[in-house]
């Protein structure tokens, strides 16, 4: 069974290798792990794979992220960072910064923080982007359309540059935090519908990990999301999780919501409530 | 449908490939003998590309929009060839993380000293990852000039997919 479902996406790669346009092949990328936690001066390692079809030039950088009430996290420019964000891209350095790989060929970054003398505690934190640099040959490629067009009426030709970050936090001292699950609800968002709670933090630290939303007496959970964080620089957000109407619809009435610590660090309830859905 | 399903096979059969070389890669690094760190990865995948076609422009300004489905809706005046699409991305990761989706709001098209701009609009701004990952669409909208010059128009903007 397993070999055929193998067979079938050796298959789909080959008939989508067809289908999609050559060009977008490129800059495909894995990037792991996920989250990236400093204490102290020890540094660790991320993997980088090209993933894409064809070789890829990589950049990696580092950008000052802050979360949003609503959850998500927005880009600050760097002439807008204030003193302790600046202490986060001064203090992680990594290596190496731009890299060139062959398809399915890893590298490993090396991530680590230098520490100065008198850095007051706290946690710095930057999001670590992995990005492919356009290429110049694959721009150059795409130029016969230039012919194409000149017979009449415009072409367009619009090249994403796509991504991944992922956080890297450093931790100064003996931190604390604590987290307190809200009300919770079914919305109706932009994107669908979505199962909704507020999440409020205190302590001078983040918290980070997965929600489970259970029915007493059922043993199977009815939603369950992982890597769900409160940063420091708020003090309360709102999670919202898109779901299909069938599971908004089974959510509704009495729930148990639990948010737990990451598994890997043990899976330690950090607060769990019961709510009453509408 | 089926198409749906086939690439979602293939989204699953690269993690499973992909996993095994991250940890080949930490093995490399390490000096035991037997050793294996299994990382959770995210991926990202870019399979088709916000394609507007071919547009002739009119004397009045009007737009060209493409939904995130990939449907084109063409504005008065203007006339609209070829075939359209929405970019496309595949995400593979751990089943249940939650990834949000940053997309600029616009986008500036250049062709020599003639530019236009373009909205662009994500399908959605986070995603719940299943068991074989997840995707997205970013549609536009295009506004075209009144008698905006003939040309081959290039501009590129940026997506990410961030993990909290």
């Not at chain 1, 979360?67 to 927005?74: E, F, I, P, S």
């Not at chain 1, 001292?173 to 979505?194: H, M, Q, S, Y």
């Not at chain 2, 062709?111 to 994500?122: K, Q």
């Given at each position: ?180 699950i809200?009300?919770a609800r079914v919305a ?5 519908p979505a199962f909704e709670f ?11 990990g997965d929600i489970e939303v259970t029915r007493?007496?059922a043993s199977e959970p009815l939603l369950l999301a992982r890597g769900i ?10 999670v919202s999780l898109r779901v299909p109407p069938e599971v908004a619809a089974a959510l509704k009435g009495p729930v148990r919501i639990r948010y737990s ?12 409530a019961?709510r009453?859905v509408? | ?94 089943s249940g993380a939650n ?27 986070s995603l719940t990852l299943g068991a ?33």
């Amino acid at each position: 069974m397993l070999r055929m479902f193998r067979a079938i996406g050796l298959f789909a790669a080959a008939a989508l290798g067809v289908a999609a346009s050559p060009a977008s092949a490129a800059g495909d990328l894995l990037v792991a792990p996920t989250r990236v936690i400093l204490d102290g001066s020890r540094g660790t390692e991320v993997v980088l794979n090209n993933i894409g079809s064809e070789p890829a030039t990589y950049r990696i950088s580092l950008e000052i992220k802050r979360m949003t009430a609503a959850g998500g996290l927005d880009e600050i420019a760097e002439a807008d960072v204030n003193a302790a964000e600046r202490a986060a891209l001064d203090i992680i350095s990594f290596n190496p910064r731009r890299v060139r790989l062959l398809p399915n060929q890893p590298q490993v970054i090396r991530v680590g923080a230098r520490l100065p003398e008198g850095l007051p505690p706290g946690e710095y934190r930057a999001h670590m982007l992995f990005r492919a640099v356009p290429d110049a040959a694959a721009e150059a490629a795409s130029a016969p359309e230039a012919v194409k067009a000149a017979s009449g009426g415009m072409s367009i030709a619009l090249t994403p540059i796509y991504g991944i970050t992922i956080p890297v936090i450093v931790r100064v001292g003996d931190l604390d935090a604590a987290a307190k699950i809200g009300d919770a609800r079914v919305a109706d968002t932009r994107d669908g519908p979505a199962f909704e709670f507020d999440l409020a933090r205190t302590g001078s630290r983040s918290v980070y990990g997965d929600i489970e939303v259970t029915r007493p007496g059922a043993s199977e959970p009815l939603l369950l999301a992982r890597g769900i964080a409160v940063y420091p620089e708020i003090g309360s957000r709102t999670v919202s999780l898109r779901v299909p109407p069938e599971v908004a619809a089974a959510l509704k009435g009495p729930v148990r919501i639990r948010y737990s610590e990451d598994r890997e660090v043990g899976g330690a309830t950090i607060d769990q409530a019961d709510r009453v859905v509408k | 449908m089926r198409t749906t399903e086939m690439k979602r096979a293939l989204v699953g059969a690269a993690i499973a490939a992909l996993a095994f070389n991250a940890s080949a890669a930490q093995a490399a690094t390490t000096t035991a003998t037997a050793k294996a760190r299994i990382l959770a990865p995210l991926t990202i995948a870019n399979t088709s590309d916000l394609d507007f076609g071919t547009i002739v422009s009119g004397t009045g300004a009007s737009t060209v929009a493409v939904s995130s489905a990939g449907a084109v809706s063409c504005g008065t005046g203007l006339t609209c060839l070829g075939t359209t699409s929405a970019a496309n991305f595949n995400l593979g990761g751990t089943s249940g993380a939650n990834v949000t989706i940053s997309v600029p709001g616009s986008v500036n098209l250049t062709s020599g000293a003639n530019s236009m701009t373009a909205t662009l609009a994500s399908s959605a701004s986070s995603l719940t990852l299943g068991a074989s990952g997840g995707s997205f669409q970013v549609g536009g909208t295009l506004s075209v000039g009144a008698n905006q010059a003939a040309g081959s128009y290039t501009g590129t903007f940026t997506v990410t997919a961030n993990y909290q």
